[in-house]
């Protein structure tokens, strides 16, 4: 049974371009299908989380990361009596649109593209399900409802001021509300992704050796939960201590945002998903407690995971590789693949060139972005470069 403030497939405020209903899947499953199945979504598996993809089987990956988030995302939205297919498919989509590299990769497609309105991997996301997947007869995209649309676009709250060209360019055919904050289920999405990254990084980083358990057990939090396990298994092996300890911590999170969640929503008392979006303010959040405390934590993952001395000089090398290849190929449109081509040629001035460079760059895995800067311009493979893990992932947003 769905709350009042749920979103209803039913009540739906429809795709762009009109289609059948299916006969047996809602038309959020018929979304979250469709974002499994898309090109995007698998080439996430090749894309850096936080170390570069190539460098460990046991490392996250930007597929995994997702995985992960939707799984938190079903978990809360079934606890507050959300559409978890809604959310599952904001959840699967949210990541669709970061380059390689992570958020290393981003900067410097951002710098890149500041003569030619910037780049944003959340606007980028809205541009692949509505443009860039072209496997459909009847249109460009996914042609995804207009809540998942909104999820993608506003998981992380109102879009305002100088507004992402790859969004601004689909919101003037279709209107987000871009003014509000998103349903229910796109804010469930976001603290999902906060809680997935909070634990995982953590994990990451003790198996990449850049700080140990020790170091863990005495930050906020963590210190509770290592406290915990300690108590309930005394002399408990080194590995299945900190595995314990970090799983009571990732339901610590999930706990508290469902808390916060409840009494928030008691409060408001909202009739409908409109309600949560017109409410001001978020409904799904942190407790102030436990959000202080998590500045704690990630302040210490940016300063000894993602910000580490090694890692510097590998970010300086991915982001070399990145603004190599992108005058390159404005340059040399011929290198591009013969289906881009045809983009080219339509192409009115400079900025639309860019802008097509920029999805092909974007829509890269790491390591064919590595093989094409090795083939074009004979750099060099960063296979076997250095022994300790690379961290290209770091927040620098958050």
Request: charged share 25%.
């Given at each position: 049974?769905?709350?009042?403030?749920?979103?209803?497939?039913?009540?739906?405020?429809?795709?762009?371009?009109?289609?059948?209903e299916?006969?047996?899947?809602?038309?959020?499953q018929?979304?979250?299908?469709?974002?499994?199945?898309?090109?995007?979504?698998?080439?996430?598996?090749?894309?850096?989380?936080?170390?570069?993809?190539?460098?460990?089987?046991y490392?996250?990956?930007?597929?995994?990361?997702?995985?992960?988030?939707?799984?938190?995302?079903?978990?809360?939205?079934?606890?507050?009596?959300?559409?978890?297919?809604?959310?599952?498919?904001?959840?699967?989509?949210?990541?669709?649109?970061?380059?390689?590299?992570?958020?290393?990769?981003?900067?410097?497609?951002?710098?890149?593209?500041?003569?030619?309105?910037?780049?944003?991997?959340?606007?980028?996301?809205?541009?692949?399900?509505?443009?860039?997947?072209?496997?459909?007869?009847?249109?460009?995209?996914?042609?995804?409802?207009?809540?998942?649309?909104?999820?993608?676009?506003?998981?992380?709250?109102?879009?305002t001021?100088?507004?992402?060209?790859?969004?601004?360019?689909?919101?003037?055919?279709?209107?987000?509300?871009?003014?509000?904050?998103a349903?229910?289920?796109?804010?469930?999405?976001?603290l999902?992704?906060?809680?997935?990254?909070?634990?995982?990084?953590?994990h990451?980083?003790?198996?990449?050796?850049?700080?140990?358990?020790?170091?863990?057990?005495?930050?906020?939090?963590?210190?509770?939960?290592?406290?915990?396990?300690d108590?309930?298994?005394?002399?408990?092996?080194?590995?299945?201590?900190?595995?314990?300890?970090?799983?009571?911590?990732?339901?610590?999170?999930?706990?508290?945002v469902?808390?916060?969640?409840?009494?928030?929503?008691?409060?408001l008392?909202?009739?409908?998903?409109?309600?949560?979006?017109?409410?001001?303010?978020?409904?799904?959040r942190?407790?102030?407690?436990?959000?202080?405390?998590?500045?704690?934590?990630?302040?210490?993952?940016?300063?000894?995971?993602?910000?580490?001395?090694?890692?510097?000089?590998?970010?300086?090398?991915?982001?070399?590789?990145?603004?190599?290849?992108?005058?390159?190929?404005?340059?040399?449109?011929?290198?591009?693949?013969?289906?881009?081509?045809?983009?080219?040629?339509?192409?009115?001035?400079?900025?639309?060139?860019?802008?097509?460079?920029?999805?092909?760059?974007?829509?890269?895995?790491?390591?064919?972005?590595?093989?094409?800067?090795?083939?074009?311009?004979?750099?060099?493979?960063?296979?076997?470069?250095?022994?300790?893990?690379?961290?290209?992932?770091?927040?620098?947003?958050?």
């Open positions: 049974m769905h709350a009042p403030y749920a979103s209803a497939p039913d009540q739906s405020r429809g795709r762009l371009h009109p289609e059948e299916s006969t047996f899947r809602s038309c959020f018929r979304d979250r299908d469709r974002i499994i199945h898309a090109s995007a979504f698998r080439r996430l598996k090749h894309k850096t989380q936080v170390f570069i993809e190539h460098e460990g089987d490392f996250r990956t930007r597929l995994t990361h997702s995985i992960e988030v939707a799984q938190v995302a079903r978990t809360i939205a079934g606890v507050l009596g959300l559409n978890a297919e809604l959310t599952e498919a904001i959840a699967l989509a949210h990541d669709l649109g970061h380059p390689p590299f992570g958020h290393t990769g981003e900067e410097a497609l951002q710098a890149l593209m500041a003569p030619y309105g910037g780049f944003d991997h959340n606007a980028q996301a809205i541009r692949i399900v509505t443009s860039l997947e072209r496997h459909y007869a009847d249109f460009d995209g996914l042609n995804l409802t207009w809540e998942t649309l909104e999820g993608i676009a506003k998981h992380n709250g109102p879009v001021g100088d507004i992402p060209y790859a969004l601004a360019d689909y919101n003037a055919r279709h209107d987000l509300e871009l003014y509000t904050y349903g229910a289920e796109a804010q469930v999405a976001a999902a992704d906060d809680i997935a990254y909070n634990n995982h990084d953590l990451d980083g003790l198996r990449a050796e850049l700080f140990d358990t020790d170091e863990l057990a005495r930050m906020p939090l963590l210190d509770r939960c290592f406290g915990e396990v108590a309930r298994y005394p002399g408990l092996n080194y590995y299945r201590r900190r595995h314990e300890a970090l799983r009571r911590f990732f339901g610590l999170l999930v706990e508290d469902i808390g916060q969640a409840r009494a928030r929503l008691a409060e008392a909202p009739d409908s998903a409109q309600a949560v979006r017109e409410a001001g303010r978020p409904v799904v942190f407790s102030d407690a436990v959000w202080t405390d998590l500045k704690v934590i990630r302040q210490f993952l940016f300063d000894r995971m993602y910000r580490a001395a090694p890692v510097v000089v590998m970010r300086r090398e991915v982001t070399q590789k990145i603004e190599d290849l992108f005058p390159l190929f404005m340059e040399r449109t011929d290198l591009l693949p013969k289906q881009w081509r045809k983009d080219v040629a339509e192409a009115r001035d400079e900025t639309a060139l860019a802008r097509i460079v920029a999805d092909y760059i974007a829509g890269m895995t790491d390591r064919f972005a590595i093989q094409c800067h090795v083939q074009l311009l004979g750099g060099s493979d960063l296979g076997s470069a250095v022994a300790t893990p690379h961290v290209l992932g770091a927040r620098l947003k958050d």
